[in-house]
C-alpha cells in the first residue's frame, strides 16, 4: 500500500465512499479510512446511511406497507388474499439481506475505482498527516496532499431517557426488535420518528409520538403539514405535539414516561421507547488539538460553502458539517470536494435539495414554504392540486395528499414544492430541477407530462398558478 496519498478521505459513509471514489474518478491516488468493523473483523462502508438509515428502514417501510395493503386494501380493489400475517423476523432478514448486499457493493466499488480502503480509525494529526489506529490498537500514519473529513453523526441521547438495550433504544435499536410490541412510544414526531413510527404502527403496536414542539413539521409548507397529520392520525399514529419529556423508570417489562403538556404532567406507559431527537456530529477525537480545524459548540466542523475548513487542505463534509443532515447532501458535498481537490471548479446549490420523509403517503419538499417566502417578505403565489382529482391515484388507490407550487408572485420563478401523497419522494424530483434550472410555474404548466401519472399533479398545481387547473373546478 502507497504511505502517500493525494487525498485521504475518514469515514465511508455516503458523503466519504462517494468523494473517494469521484477522486479516483478525476485521476487521484485516493484512500479511505473506515472504523465500522462487522463482527467477523471485516471492515464495513456505507456508513449511517446502508447499515442503520435510510436502506433499512426503507426496507422495513416498503415491507410494512405491502402488509397494510395486502391486509386492507386488497379486499377494496378485488384480491381475495385470505388471512394475512407477518413474520417479523423474515422481515428483518431481508433488511439483513438488502444491507449485507449493499455494503458489499461498495467495497466492490471501492476496489474496481482502484481507492484503497483502510479499517480503523482516522486522525487528522496535521493538515498533510493522517493516523490510523487498527483493530489491535496499532497506529500507522499517512502522507497525503489533501484530507476529506466525512465523520457523520451519532444519535442524540436525552438525560430524561436513558437508553436500556432493547427496551429503551434510539433509530438503530428501532431498526433491530424481533417482534412488534404492543405499546411503543416515540420521543420526536422529526423525520425519522415518524417513519420508525408508521413502521411499528403498520405492524400492529400502538404508538404514541411525544413532540415538545407545538408545531408538526415546521419545515413543511402549513397546508401539506396539515395534511399529513391528519393522515397520519387516520391510521392510528397519535401524536401528542407540545408534550416535553421530564422523566422515565423501567418497571419490569415496561417503561413509564413523564411529560408535561398544556394540560400539566402526564405519564403514560409503553412496552418499548424510542428516542427520536436528533443527531449529532460525530467528531470527537477525529481532529487532533493544533491542527487549526475549527468546530462549534455542538462539535460541527466549520465549512464555507466549498467545505473548506479552516485550514486550507482539510475540507469536511456531510453530517458533521452544517445543513441538512441527508445521505444525498453528503454525497455531492463528496463530489464538489473531490472535483475540487481534483482541480475543477465546482459548487453546490444549497438551495435546490429535497427532503422526504418516506411514510405513507410520502411527504417530499424542496425550497421555500408559502410561509417562509412571505417572512422574508416575498410576494407569492401559490397553485396546489389534490390527488383526489388525478385520474391515476385514483386507479392507484392512493388519492390522499396534495402537490402545491410556490412561485414568486412578480417573477413568476419557482421558489418552492411541497407534496404529500403516494411517491411524492419521487415526484419532487421536478421541483429540484425547476429550482435548478430557474424555471418559472409557467415553464412546468406549458410542459407535457405523461398520462395517466401521478406526477400530473404538479403539472395541475403549476398550471393552479394561475387558476387554470384543467381538472379542478
Ligand atoms: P455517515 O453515514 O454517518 O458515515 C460516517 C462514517 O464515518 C461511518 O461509517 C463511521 O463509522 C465513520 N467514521 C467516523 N469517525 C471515523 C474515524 N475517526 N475514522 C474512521 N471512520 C470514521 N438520509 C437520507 O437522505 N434519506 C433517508 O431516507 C434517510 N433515512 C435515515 C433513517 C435513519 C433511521 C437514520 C438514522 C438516518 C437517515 N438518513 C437519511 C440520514 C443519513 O443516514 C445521513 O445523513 C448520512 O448517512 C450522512 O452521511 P455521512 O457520510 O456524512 O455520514
Known sequence: MADKFDVIVIGAGPGGYVSAIRAAQMGLNAAVVEKWISKD????????????????????LEASHKFVEAKHDFDDIGIQAGDVSMDVKKMMARKEKIVNNLTGGVAGLLKANGVTAIQGTGKVVSSKQVEVTDQDGKASTYETDNIVVAAGSVPVEIPPTPLKEGMVVDSTGALEFQETPKRLGVIGAGIIGLELGSVWNRLGSEVTVLEAMDDF????????????????????????????????????????????????????????????????????????????????????IHVDDQCRTSVPS????????RGPMLAHKASEEGVMVADIIAGHKAEMNYDAIPNVIYTFPEV??????????????VEVKTGTFP????????????????????????TDRVLGMHIVGQHAGEMIAQGVIALEFGSSAEDLALTCYAHPTMSEAVHEAALAVEGHAIHMA
Not at 417530499?364 to 417562509?372: I, S
Open 217 to 300: 413539521l415546521p419545515m413543511v409548507d402549513g397546508a401539506i403539514a396539515k395534511e399529513t397529520q391528519k393522515l397520519l392520525k387516520k391510521q392510528g399514529l397519535d401524536i401528542r405535539m407540545g408534550a416535553r419529556v421530564t422523566g422515565s423508570e423501567i418497571k419490569g417489562d415496561e417503561v413509564v414516561v413523564k411529560y408535561t403538556d398544556a394540560k400539566g404532567e402526564q405519564e403514560i406507559t409503553f412496552d418499548k421507547l424510542i428516542v427520536c431527537v436528533g443527531r449529532k456530529p460525530y467528531t470527537t477525537g477525529v481532529i487532533a488539538d493544533g491542527v487549526g480545524v475549527e468546530t462549534d459548540e455542538r462539535g460541527f
Open 364 to 377: 417530499a419538499w424542496v425550497g421555500m414554504t408559502e410561509q417562509e417566502a412571505k417572512s422574508k417578505g
Open 387 to 410: 390527488f383526489a382529482a388525478s385520474g391515476r391515484a385514483m386507479a392507484n388507490n392512493a388519492t390522499e395528499g396534495q402537490a402545491k407550487v410556490i412561485a414568486d408572485a412578480e
Open 314 to 321: 482539510v475540507y469536511a463534509i456531510g453530517d458533521c458539517v
Open 41 to 60: 473483523g471485516k471492515p464495513v462502508f456505507g456508513g449511517t446511511c446502508l447499515n442503520v438509515g435510510c436502506i433499512p428502514s426503507k426496507a422495513l
